[in-house]
């Protein structure tokens, strides 16, 4: 049919024209920002998997920040560690010394006071060595009685790695802490275990941490009387089932106290920790020496290897923390290196496209054009 209200080529040209310019649209957004998934109408299954993968390097990444704060941190806790063991080392020189018959009581007095100012120092450095505000030596960077610190060493819940930073106070050497981590996220319905705290068969230094409370004691207690009025005042529900001499209130003089565990057996929580310097040695800052020099050597040597102990587990951290740092870098690259397959653009595969988008725009062009004169024939019938 000749006909000029409706020209079909033209129609089908202009069509195709605009298939070409969405093409070529596309083509050039690719290519201006270097990604193949710029919208979820590109790629709505890669989009989420490359979200997902997002989420995986930046953590990754944010891991790896977090190992390096960690070495930061145990590298700190070392060097305290190396001059508390410098200290003990000339502690030891001094109770060798005035071992020797040859000294008058005069010249192991003034040993002494050397001695005494050694060991007043230790605990110094056990109160100043902070890092980010955390007191790393005193046996709560982790929390109130806790010498342990949580770091997050991955991307995803529960891949953690925890330090034990213990305690280097004097005092702590001998301390006996009684621990029983209940879960307090709950409150209590049923005393499924108990267990019983007595202070009285406890020493002066030694802590009972249950929950939220952390109870020192003096070494005078004749009752859980203190203990359990902390226990009274606690937030925590998972302590509010204990009993002090079979009844709940607090007036009554008795030495125990039996707290109801929600959970696993209690007998599984509890610890005996002992800090690095082996026994109580909180006199050396006050009176010094012993009486007996020898009993004296003897609990510096401990001491020394207390502290040789936790510096090796710092050293054996540190090294897990290198570990950790470089094979977080390998995922994070790896990841990225996936991610890239997915998302970013191809652009020798695009360039071609884009040159073929131009060429048809070129030439549909050129169509419509022939197109549009494809009615002046009807004109040829109408001058005959």
Request: hydrophobic content about 40%.
């Amino acid at each position: 049919m000749t006909v000029i209200n409706t020209n079909s080529a033209a129609l089908l040209t202009a069509n195709s024209i605009n298939i070409n310019e969405r093409n070529m649209t596309k083509t050039m957004e690719r290519l201006s920002t270097g990604q193949r998934i710029n919208s979820a109408a590109d790629d709505a299954a890669g989009l989420a998997i490359s979200n997902r993968m997002t989420s995986q390097i930046r953590g990754l990444e944010q891991a790896g920040r977090n190992a390096n704060n960690a070495t930061s941190m145990v590298t700190l806790a070392d060097g305290a560690a190396e001059q508390i063991t410098n200290i003990l080392q000339r502690m030891r020189e001094l109770v060798v010394q005035a071992a020797d018959g040859s000294n008058e009581a005069t010249d192991v007095a003034l040993l002494n006071v050397e001695f005494i100012e050694a060991a007043k120092e230790i605990d110094r450095i056990t109160d100043v060595t902070e890092f980010n505000g955390k007191n790393l030596l005193s046996g709560n960077v982790g929390g109130v009685g806790s010498s342990i610190v949580t770091f997050q060493m991955g991307a995803n819940a529960g891949q953690t790695l925890d330090v034990d930073f213990s305690d280097f106070n004097l005092a702590a050497g001998g301390a006996t802490i009684v621990k029983n981590f209940v879960d307090g996220t709950a409150g209590p319905t049923a005393a499924v275990n108990t267990f019983t705290v007595d202070v009285t068969a406890l020493t002066a230094g030694d802590r009972v941490v249950l929950g939220d409370v952390s109870y020192t004691v003096t070494g005078n207690e004749t009752d859980n009387t203190a203990l359990a009025a902390a226990l009274a005042a606690s937030t925590d529900p998972a302590l509010a089932l204990f009993t002090y001499n079979g009844s709940t209130t607090t007036s009554i003089v008795a030495t125990a106290i039996t707290l109801g565990v929600i959970g696993a057996d209690p007998l599984g929580d509890m610890l005996t920790e002992t800090g690095p310097m082996g026994a109580n040695l909180s006199s050396f800052a006050t009176t010094g020496f012993d009486s007996d020099l020898t009993e004296t050597l003897e609990k510096i040597e401990s001491a020394i290897d207390g502290v040789a102990t936790q510096r090796a587990v710092f050293g054996a951290t540190m090294n897990r923390l290198e570990y950790a740092i470089d094979n977080l870098s390998s995922s994070s690259i790896a990841t990225s290196s996936a991610r890239s397959r997915i998302v970013d653009a191809n652009y020798a595969t695009e360039t071609t496209a884009l040159a073929k988008t131009q060429i048809i725009s070129q030439a549909s062009t050129a169509m419509l054009a022939q197109a549009n004169q494809k009615s002046q024939t009807v004109m040829q019938l109408l001058q005959g």
